[in-house]
């Protein structure tokens, strides 16, 4: 069975007979596949150059040895293929590999056309498997999962008692046709189940009763938790990015990125085309080779103008208001106050607890900067005259509900 698959597998490419497809020849070509051409190709995706399964149809072998050897050769020389391929991908020149022998090149090609067979069962379940990690945040076997997992369970039970149902009365007929059977015999097989006094029992009751106490408990402390959860929320992110290199260790300033802190609501979450800038020139981290497989992933949304899909780290209900320039520019306050020492951490997590409380607290206690602001001196003045504390962000009306509610 398994060899029908693989081998109606193979049937469908077109095999190279100077392509071999033995073991040997396809484990050495993943190795120098994995050292020298994963950073920027896959089998069967495109990545930062073309995805290479299937490339002996397309291309003649020497041609297509050529190009690996070095492709510049062949572009430079005019070949019309490798000048289409070349502009089709923004000329990025792929790297010249003239260290690789004849035999490299060889085996090469048997993994890139033979190596890393998708089953596309396996290939979806696990696509389906990282999405579900993604939506819960917890790690271990995501909500939904379990969900599915009970909701089968209880499908498989309620088929079990049908087929059980279905013999008991079909084993009754058979019985009553039996001629050997007494009248006490025959009064057992065809006794009904008291279903009546099942539902009225103490048994029942009890059991029922738990059941239901225990669904109400499970989604008590549910809700407890993600009360709870809120604060130190540190989602894994699709790319590596770390604050503690760029804005700690490099020192970018923040607003470089989020570049509506000081004009509007929202901070914004920096496009790819930002992390660009930059990663145009810097393909990896010093002392490293070829490029970094955190960065291809930038280059694979710019190339495939695809938003990259950061994780929500903060978030407000709607039903509340903040603004981001009012506090960094008008309040004056740090980012650091309210998001922690965002330049030390490797991954983002919340720092603050966000609610209700935690805003009203700051505004009871934070002294309003007036100094050199005309707008206020007319509020001091008249607030010095009711009170001698200073100015603070609730005399200014930082605690009616309509200031943060719509
Ligand atoms: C730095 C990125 C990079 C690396 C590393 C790289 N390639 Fe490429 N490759 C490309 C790009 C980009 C193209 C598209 C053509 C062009 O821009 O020159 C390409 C094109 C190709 C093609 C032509 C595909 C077609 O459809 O005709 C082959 C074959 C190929 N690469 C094989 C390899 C092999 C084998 C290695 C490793 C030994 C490798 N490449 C390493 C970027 C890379
Ligand atoms: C080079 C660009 C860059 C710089 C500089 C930068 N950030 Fe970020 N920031 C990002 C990206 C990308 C994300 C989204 C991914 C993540 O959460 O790590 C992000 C996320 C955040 C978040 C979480 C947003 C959410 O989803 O709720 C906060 C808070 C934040 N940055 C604060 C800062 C602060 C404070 C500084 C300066 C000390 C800073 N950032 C500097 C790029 C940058
Ligand atoms: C102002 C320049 C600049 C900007 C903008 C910038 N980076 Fe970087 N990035 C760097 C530097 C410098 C390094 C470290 C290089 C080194 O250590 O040699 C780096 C390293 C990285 C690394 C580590 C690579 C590895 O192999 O570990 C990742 C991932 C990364 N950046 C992602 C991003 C993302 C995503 C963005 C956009 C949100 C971004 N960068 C924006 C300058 C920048
Ligand atoms: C007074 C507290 C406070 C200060 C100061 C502050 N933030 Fe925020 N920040 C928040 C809150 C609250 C949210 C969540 C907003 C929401 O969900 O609507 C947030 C969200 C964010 C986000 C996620 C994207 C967004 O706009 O919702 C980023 C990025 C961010 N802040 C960066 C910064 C940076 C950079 C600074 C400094 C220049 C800064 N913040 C200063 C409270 C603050
Ligand atoms: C670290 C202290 C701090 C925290 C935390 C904070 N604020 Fe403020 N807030 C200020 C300061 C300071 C001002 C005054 C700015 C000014 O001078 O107008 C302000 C002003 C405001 C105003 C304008 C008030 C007015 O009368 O004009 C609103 C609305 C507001 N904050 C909403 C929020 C919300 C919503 C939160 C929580 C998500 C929050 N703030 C958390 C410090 C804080
Ligand atoms: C400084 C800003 C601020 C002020 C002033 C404020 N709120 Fe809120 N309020 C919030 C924030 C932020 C949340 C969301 C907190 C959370 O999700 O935990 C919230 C949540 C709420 C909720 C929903 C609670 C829940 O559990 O979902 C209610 C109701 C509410 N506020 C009523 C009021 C009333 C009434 C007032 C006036 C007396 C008021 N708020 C004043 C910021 C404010």
Redesign the pocket.
């Known amino acids: 069975m398994v060899l029908i698959f693989l081998f109606s597998g193979i049937q469908a490419y077109a095999v190279d007979p100077e392509v071999p497809d033995s073991e040997e020849a396809i484990s050495a070509g993943q190795s120098i596949f994995n050292a020298n051409c994963k950073t920027c190709h896959r089998l069967d995706q495109k990545l930062i150059g073309p995805a290479l399964r299937g490339v002996t149809d397309r291309r003649e072998l020497a041609w297509i040895k050529q190009f690996i050897t070095n492709s510049q050769v062949l572009v430079q020389g005019g070949d019309a293929d490798a000048v289409a391929l070349f502009k089709e991908f923004n000329n990025t020149v792929m790297p010249a590999h003239d260290f690789l022998s004849d035999g490299d090149l060889t085996n090469l090609l048997s993994y890139i056309e033979f190596g890393d067979k998708v089953d596309p069962a396996a290939a979806a379940a696990a696509a389906g498997a990282e999405g579900g990690e993604a939506a819960s945040s917890g790690g271990g076997i995501p909500n939904e999962y379990l969900t599915i997992i009970l909701v089968v369970l209880v499908i498989v039970l309620v088929l079990v008692l049908v087929v059980l149902g279905l013999i008991v009365s079909v084993l009754t007929k058979y019985m009553n046709k039996n001629d050997d059977l007494d009248e006490d015999d025959k009064a057992f097989i065809n006794q009904k189940t008291d279903y009546k006094g099942i539902f009225k029992s103490d048994g029942m009751i009890i059991i029922v009763t738990a059941i239901v106490l225990a669904f109400v408990v499970k989604t008590a402390i549910n809700g407890l938790y993600t009360v709870g959860v809120q604060q130190g929320y540190a989602p894994s992110q699709p790319i590596a990015y770390s604050h503690e290199l760029h804005a700690g260790q490099y020192e970018i300033p923040c607003q470089y990125c989020h570049t509506g802190v000081e004009i509007g609501k929202s901070a914004n979450i920096p496009s790819a085309n930002i992390c660009m800038n930059c990663h145009m020139h810097i393909q990896n981290v010093e002392g490293k080779d070829g490029i970094s497989p955190e960065i291809a992933k930038i280059y694979d949304a710019v190339d495939n103008n695809k938003p990259i899909e950061w994780v929500r780290v903060h978030n407000?209900?709607d039903?509340?208001y903040?603004n981001h320039s009012q506090h960094v520019v008008v309040g004056g306050v740090e980012c650091q106050t309210c998001h922690g020492p965002v330049e030390e951490m490797e991954v983002v997590s919340q720092y603050s607890?966000?609610?209700?409380g935690?805003?009203?607290d700051c505004?009871r206690n934070t002294e309003i900067d007036t100094q050199g602001n005309e707008y206020y001196d007319k509020l001091v003045q008249l607030h010095s005259e009711s009170s001698n504390d200073a100015l603070k962000v609730k005399d200014i009306g930082?605690?009616?509900?309509a200031?943060?509610?719509y």
């Open positions: 407000l209900p039903l509340a903040f607890a966000l609610t209700m935690w805003c009203i505004h930082g605690l009616e509900c200031k943060c509610h």
